[in-house]
Every structure is written in C-alpha cells, then in structure tokens.
C-alpha cells in the first residue's frame, strides 16, 4: 500500500475537485481513498509514503492519439527530402521510415516513446503504429515494452494498399492477431483496428478488413488530414471523406478518427450523429502545414473531441497550449478555447480511455486506477477549483513532473526512474538508431 502526499490534490472528480493539503492511498493498482494527509496518514499508518513535496497531485495524463515508430526520426535529416506539400512529407519521410522498420527498431522506437511518456507524466497512450520492415508480431513487441514501462496502450497497425496486397493483408492480420493477445490483458492493453486514411485504402480493402474484423475491434483512422484526402474521394467515389466512410461502415462509437481539418458541415454532423471521435493533433497539424480543423463547430455540433499529439511530443500540457492557442488563430477570437481544449484533455481523453481501456483512469478517487503523478508546480497566485486549468496552460509543462505512479507502481520519483537504468536503455536505443539511419541514408 502506498500513500502519496502530502501535496494539493486535483481529482477531476466535480464532486471533490481540490484538496488542500492531501494525499491519495493506492493500493493493488486502485485508488483506495482520496482525502486530507493528516486523517489518512493516520489511518494508514502502515503504508508505504510517497512524499509528493507539497506539490500538485494529478490524475496520470492521456494522450489519444500517438505515433511511437515516429521516435527515432529525431534529427534525421534525408539528403534531396524537401517536401512542399503533405504528401511529400508522407512519401518522404513516414513511409520511407516505416518501409525500414525491423522488430528492433520498433523496440527502440518504444522504449524512447515510453520513457517520454512517464518523464512527462503520461499514463495512458493510444498508438498507431506501421513497420512494413517488419510487419508480424510488432504490435507485441510494442505491448511488452509497454508493460515494462507500465503505460497502458490501445495499440493499432495501420492497413494500407501503399506497399500492395500482400503487406496490406499482413497488416490486416497483425490487427486480427494482436486483438486477441490484448484481449488476454484488457486491464493495461486495448486493441482497434488501425487503418491509414482513405486516399490509400480501395474499397476492396475495406471490404476485406471488415470481413477480417470478427471480434469488432474498433478503428483507428486519419480522416481529411490533408485536402488530397479529400480530392482522392471525390475524383474515385464521387463523395468526401467523411461520407465514404460513412458508407464503408467504418465510422461509429468505436471509432477514432484522427484530424478531420478539411470537413464540412455536412460531415460534420455525420461525426456526430455516427458518435464518432475525432482528436485533435495541433503541433502536427501546424508543422505539416495541413490547417486546422474547426474545433468550435466540431464541439458546438457534440463531436467528442479528444486530445493527442500525432508522435510530435509525449508531452500531453504542450499539446495543451498549442491546442488553446491555434484555435484563437484559426476562429480570430481571443475568448474561445478556454473551455473547450481541456475539456478535451481532462475529461473527454479520460472518458475516450474509459470506452477503449479496461480501467477507470484521469481521477483521482476510490475504486479508479492507481495512475497518479505529482508536478512540482508552486502557484504564484490563488489557486483553486476555478482556475487550475489555467495555472496549468501558463504555469507548467510536461518536465515538471516529478513522480510518476502507474498501476500502483512508482516508476519514476524525484524524477529518477525506478526499476530501470536511463542511461543504459538510451545507449541502446541510439545504437539501434544508427543501424537504422545507415539502412535508410545508405
């Protein structure tokens, strides 16, 4: 038994939002009691305390939509690659790494993304994932890694006709296949079925995921990420993105799209009525130079929106900031954004969690999971139930988390990692990094 305080604890819990001065009691991977340090200290006399400093104590933060093989594309820069549109960055960049992608690489690839992920607080992760390298048995190598680090992942792979019929079929059965592994674990592993976007899936493909698909898993997608999505669906089957979907049967309360920047009313309120969920990537989005979705209309219309960061950071409080700021610029009005963007990442990440996820995480209270971490933030003014989102959004980043506890376990305190060795894990990653520049740079 664990008692983490003592520190000002923000539940996310409406009905007990902030306690001054307290503590949470962990136990067997569940939250036993949230309350005052003092009155619990004392009746857990025998737990072991995790000293928080006085600290902000959180909810483990959730990032809904993730891309781990992206990871070691860090600094790599390949000779003649100057794209000019989102396609050349795809054809450039992306699927000449993943073409490259062997089962070490996709270890490595994780290892880096997971240490990020408890450095910066974060908890529980949705991935979609592609090695056409190496297709078979990745997502495992994936989910082992993931139980090492103790972040609970929904893992995908991402079917596409780009590498032809063969790869598209092995890619298919990998989601077919790792389903059922993670259906054995439904507390730390979820499972959907990843697909690329539209403009690389045939309606032949669709039809043959869907008859592969016997256990419903749900799908993972990117929608209208960039306007060739868009045009590719209206030059081959005479309607936009969206709509082909729709169509295909592929929309629906188990499916994420990703994106959705170039939708219109029309698909829009498709997303919603289907109970879609779309999650909102911004840096990804702005580095791509893609546009930005229209995130009033899209939670004005009742689309649940989530919060993720597309493989361009782990750290869930950037995506926040960048997430308030770009939908200023996009709508020209300073006041909107405020509520919106955390709704996103504090409650509609946690409930997107609780639908795909065997676990009740994103609150600090009794019977929720045991994933808790602790900022070192000092307030510089009044801090309390009406402003914390706010001293957040200015006052803190992902790095200013100090202890990081997943499932009742401590994996990182005081910033030091428990249990594993830095240093030595990052020698290898880069190690294996090189081996994979050389074949990519060769």
């Known amino acids: 038994m664990i008692l983490l305080g003592e520190g000002t604890v923000i539940t996310r819990d409406p009905a007990n939002p902030i306690i001054t001065r307290g503590a949470v009691v962990m136990d067997k991977g569940a939250i036993v009691e949230v309350g005052a340090y003092d009155t ?30 992206s990871a070691l594309a860090r600094g790599l820069s390949i000779p003649g690659n100057n794209p000019t549109n989102f396609n050349e960055i795809l054809e450039g960049l992306w699927f000449f790494l993943d073409r490259h992608l062997k089962k070490e690489d996709v270890w490595a690839s994780a290892v880096a993304t997971y240490l990020a992920c408890i450095e910066n607080g974060v908890t529980s992760i949705f ?24 972040v609970r992942s929904c893992l995908c792979y991402e079917v596409s006709d780009r590498n032809g019929h ?6 298919v059965a990998e989601n077919v296949r790792f389903g059922k592994e993670a259906a054995k674990d439904p507390a730390h592993l979820g499972a959907m079925f990843g697909l690329h976007a539209s403009f690389t899936l045939s309606d032949d493909t669709l039809a043959y995921v869907r008859e592969q698909n016997i256990d419903k898993l749900g799908y993972h997608i990117h929608v209208a990420e960039g306007m060739a999505d868009v045009d590719d669906s209206l030059a081959k089957y005479g309607v936009r993105t969206v709509e082909r979907l729709y169509r295909q049967g592929i929309l629906g309360d188990r499916t994420i799209a990703g994106h959705c920047i170039h939708v219109d009313a029309e698909e ?4 919603q009525e289907t109970k879609t969920t779309v999650v909102h990537n911004p840096e990804s989005n702005m580095g791509n130079a893609v546009g930005a979705p229209d995130i009033l209309a899209l939670y004005k219309a009742g689309v649940r929106l989530g919060l993720g960061t597309d493989g361009y ?28 963007i955390p709704t996103m990442l504090f409650d509609n990440n946690r409930d997107i969690a609780g639908d795909f996820l065997n ?28 402003n914390i989102n706010g001293h957040l959004l200015f006052g803190a980043n992902g790095m200013n988390v100090i202890t990081t506890i997943s499932d009742g376990v401590v994996r990182m305190q005081d910033r030091q990692l428990v249990g594993m060795d830095k240093e030595k894990l990052m020698e290898e990653v880069r190690r294996v990094a090189d081996g994979l520049w050389k074949r990519l740079l060769a």
């Open 40 to 69: 619990l200290k004392s009746k857990y006399a025998d737990a072991t305390v995790v000293n928080a400093h006085g600290k902000l104590i959180m909810p483990g933060f959730i990032n809904a939509h993730h891309h781990i093989y």
């Open 127 to 150: 991935d979609h994932h592609a090695s056409y390298g190496e297709t078979e048995g990745s997502l495992s190598v994936i989910a082992d890694v993931a139980r090492q680090f103790g």
């Open 166 to 171: 063969e790869e598209m079929e092995k890619a």
């Open 268 to 271: 829009i309120k498709c997303l």
């Open 313 to 340: 950071t782990s750290d869930m409080l950037e995506s926040y900031k960048v997430a308030n700021c770009l939908v200023k610029h996009r709508s020209g009005l300073p006041n909107q954004g405020w509520t919106e």
């Open 359 to 386: 676990a009740r995480v994103g609150i600090l209270k009794a019977g929720a999971a045991a994933d808790v971490i602790v900022m070192d933030y000092t307030a510089p003014t009044r801090l309390d139930a009406t």
